[in-house]
Nanobody
């Protein structure tokens, strides 16, 4: 069993920044970790993913604004979000891809509003 706990969400004005953090209850070093988001009335979508090799990929809508990083020693994955836009408003979820299944965190709300 894996537990993922997200933190760092909140309300910010357009153009502002937030840093989300995902703490895992077991080692993340061998696994792909990702951040996803779900806005009201929309499907959950990939925001950013980081593989065990350190390679990353991002949704086109966040490229150049968001940065995903991992600290394998602390079992933590962060998402630095800059230049936030109202359309970034959503619940953000952390995901760990294991060989046999995936685990999700409970989510953290990010609201971008003036």
């Amino acid at each position: 069993q894996v537990q993922l706990v997200e933190s760092g969400g909140g309300t910010v004005q357009p153009g502002g920044s937030l840093r989300l953090s995902c703490a895992a209850s077991r080692s993340i070093s061998s696994y792909t970790m990702g951040w996803y988001r779900q806005a009201p009335g929309k499907q959950r979508e990939l925001v950013a993913r980081i593989r065990s090799s350190g390679s990353t990929n991002y949704a086109d809508s966040v490229k150049g604004r968001f940065t995903i990083s991992r600290d394998n020693a602390k079992n933590v994955v962060d998402l630095q979000m800059n230049s936030l836009k109202p359309e970034d408003t959503a619940v953000y979820y952390c995901k760990q891809d294991l060989v046999t299944r995936a685990y999700w965190g409970q989510g953290t709300q990010v609201t971008v509003s003036s």
